[in-house]
Nanobody, 110 residues
Framework: VQLVESGGDSVQAGGCLRL?????????????MAWFRQGPGKEREGVAF????????TYVDSVKGRFTISRDNAKNTVYLQMNSLNSEDTALYYC?????WGQGTQVTVS
């Protein structure tokens, strides 16, 4: 099982990014998927979750209204659309599934 994140970049405050997490050896359609992040000097925190049955999303308060998690079962990929980015969003972002973690993709907001 492998989860590969992409889409991280350096952006200015107010900008947007879309992160992707593509799975191999695991179907993103069958389970609960999530994005976590770990900022400098901070603990890893859950940012966005998508339910495995009805795709209902859940977000941490700090990203509500700015981030959107979604999944494309045909591409076996989960996305995190991030808008109105600010410096507090600077972190290494990880994709999570019950099968394990991705390696992370860096988002830097200045």
């Amino acid at each position: 099982v492998q989860l590969v994140e992409s889409g991280g970049d350096s952006v200015q405050a107010g900008g947007c990014l879309r992160l992707s997490c593509t799975a191999s050896g695991y179907s993103v359609s069958t389970g609960y998927m999530a994005w976590f992040r770990q900022g400098p000097g901070k603990e890893r925190e859950g940012v966005a979750f998508i339910d495995g049955f009805d795709d209902s999303p859940t977000y941490v308060d700090s990203v509500k209204g700015r981030f959107t998690i979604s999944r494309d079962n045909a591409k076996n990929t989960v996305y995190l659309q991030m808008n109105s980015l600010n410096s507090e969003d600077t972190a290494l972002y990880y994709c999570w599934s019950r099968a394990g973690w991705g390696q992370g993709t860096q988002v830097t907001v200045s």
